[in-house]
Nanobody, 126 residues
Framework: VQLQASGGGLVQPGDSLRLSCVAS????????LAWFRQAPGKEREFVAA????????AYHDSVKGRFTISRDNSKATVYLHMNSLKPEDTADYYC????????????????????WGQGTQVTVSS
């Protein structure tokens, strides 16, 4: 499956942004999905993930209550809705996919995902 992320940009603290990641090539509904991010000089970190059904979700503690991951299988798209953005959310954001079911305890592990999109840059600055 090929993944194409978009929606990044320059926003002010407290603003909202929605990232999108469109998949092509395979049956989208068969994939668990996730978002990771990488800030300059830091390692890639988990942000959010959801399972095949879109019911089971996992979030990094730093984004709980502010970010929401969702999927639209009819559009083969996974979204990351980001509210109350902070300067520390500044990073390149990557979508990822893995065929089949992933247990909740593994959703935050980058090594679980075989497919990655290119990054979309999010900058939060006043």
């Amino acid at each position: 499956v090929q993944l194409q992320a978009s929606g990044g940009g320059l926003v002010q603290p407290g603003d909202s942004l929605r990232l999108s990641c469109v998949a092509s090539g395979r049956t989208f509904s068969n994939y668990a999905l996730a978002w990771f991010r990488q800030a300059p000089g830091k390692e890639r970190e988990f942000v959010a993930a959801l399972d095949l059904s879109g019911v089971t979700k996992a979030y990094h503690d730093s984004v709980k209550g502010r970010f929401t991951i969702s999927r639209d299988n009819s559009k083969a798209t996974v979204y990351l809705h980001m509210n109350s953005l902070k300067p520390e959310d500044t990073a390149d954001y990557y979508c990822a996919a893995q065929y089949g079911r992933i247990v909740l305890s593994s959703m935050s592990s980058a090594g679980v995902y075989d497919y990655w999109g290119q990054g979309t840059q999010v900058t939060v600055s006043s």
